[in-house]
C-alpha cells in the first residue's frame, strides 16, 4: 500500500475504539489555552476545530466561551462527542474536514490538535483560508508522546519491545519528529500566503504512567492498532511491565507539545457573516 492509502487507513483507525482514546489520551497543557486566548479564544468567539476525537480540546474551548463547530471524520467519535457535549455549545459535523460543507468566512479561530498530520496540508490550508476571517487566527498542535530531548532511562526498555514487535517504527537517536521540524511545518501553513507569519512554541511538561494508562495509551497509537491482536497484546504486555518496575509501578514520562498559531492575513478575502457558497 502506498504512503496515502496507508495514512488513510491509519487516520480512520481512531475510531475503532473511542473509550480508549477518552481515557487513554492525556489532556494538552494549559499553556495552549493561555496562547488561544491571546488570539481571540473567549466568550462569543467562533471556533472551528478539526479533529476533535473524544474532546480533549474541544471541553476546555467551550469552558473558555466558546461557541465550537467540531468536524469529526469518524462516525463513532463523533457520536460519543455528541453525547458527552450534549447542553453544550457545540455542533459535532461527521465528515473529512476538506470536502464537508461548511460556512465561508465565518469562523474566528480554527484550531486542530494532533490531527494536521492526517490531511493534505495544501488542501487543508486552502479551506481553511476561506473558512476564517480576515484577522482571525489559525492554531496547530501536536504532543510528541516521548520529548526527544528528554528521554527517560525505562524507555530504553521500551525501545527493545518496539525493534521486536515494531521494528519499522524506531526512530534513530537524533531524529526529529515530524511535527517538531518547524521549517517543514511552518511551511505548510504559511503556503499560499494566507496565514503568517508563524509562530512556535515547544511546551515541554510531564506525565505519569501507570501500567494500566500506558497500556491504554499505546493502544491508541495507530502503528501499535495495526498489529495482529497476538502482536499487539505481546507488545502492550510488555510495555505495562515495563511501567510495573518502576517505583511505586508508575513511570514519569517527558512530553512536549509542539504548538503553531498564525493569523489569517487580510486579503480582502471574505468577512465574518459574509454569504456565499461553501468550498466543496
Not at 100 to 112: E, F, M, Q, T, W
Request: glycine letters at 12%; charged letters at 25%; aromatic letters at 8%.
Amino acid at each position: 500500500m502506498d504512503g496515502d492509502g496507508r495514512r488513510m487507513r491509519r487516520r480512520g483507525s481512531f475510531d475503532e475504539d473511542p473509550d480508549i482514546y477518552q481515557m487513554a489520551r492525556p489532556d494538552y497543557p494549559r499553556r495552549v489555552y493561555e496562547v488561544l486566548s491571546g488570539m481571540g479564544l473567549g466568550p462569543g468567539a467562533r471556533v472551528l476545530e478539526i479533529g476533535p476525537g473524544t474532546g480533549q480540546a474541544t471541553r476546555p474551548l467551550v469552558a473558555a466561551g466558546a461557541s465550537v463547530l467540531a468536524v469529526e471524520l469518524g462516525g463513532h467519535l463523533a457520536a460519543r462527542l455528541r453525547t458527552d457535549l450534549a447542553g453544550h455549545d457545540v455542533t459535532v459535523i461527521e465528515g473529512d474536514f476538506v470536502t464537508v460543507p461548511l460556512p465561508d468566512g465565518d469562523v474566528d479561530l480554527a484550531v486542530c490538535a494532533t490531527t494536521f498530520h492526517w490531511l493534505d496540508p495544501d488542501a487543508a490550508v486552502r479551506r481553511l483560508a476561506r473558512l476564517v476571517w480576515p484577522g482571525g487566527g489559525l492554531a496547530v498542535w501536536w504532543t510528541v508522546f516521548g520529548d526527544p530531548d528528554r528521554i527517560p532511562p525505562w524507555r530504553a526498555e521500551v525501545d527493545r519491545l518496539y525493534r521486536r514487535w515494531l521494528p519499522g517504527e524506531k526512530v534513530r537517536p537524533g531524529d526529529l519528529p515530524a511535527v517538531m521540524r518547524v521549517a517543514e511545518r511552518t511551511a505548510e501553513l504559511a503556503a499560499g500566503g494566507w496565514f503568517g507569519p508563524v509562530q512556535v512554541e515547544m511546551i515541554r511538561w510531564e506525565h505519569q504512567l501507570t501500567p494500566r494508562r500506558v497500556r491504554g495509551l499505546w493502544a491508541t497509537f495507530s502503528a501499535v492498532r495495526e498489529l495482529s491482536a497476538d502482536r499487539r497484546r505481546s507488545l502492550l504486555d510488555g510495555v505495562a511491565e515495563v511501567v510495573a518496575s518502576q517505583p511505586g509501578g508508575v513511570a514519569v514520562d517527558n512530553y512536549v507539545t509542539a504548538l503553531y498559531t498564525a493569523p489569517r492575513r487580510d486579503d480582502s478575502g471574505p468577512r465574518r457573516g459574509a454569504s456565499g457558497p461553501s468550498t466543496r
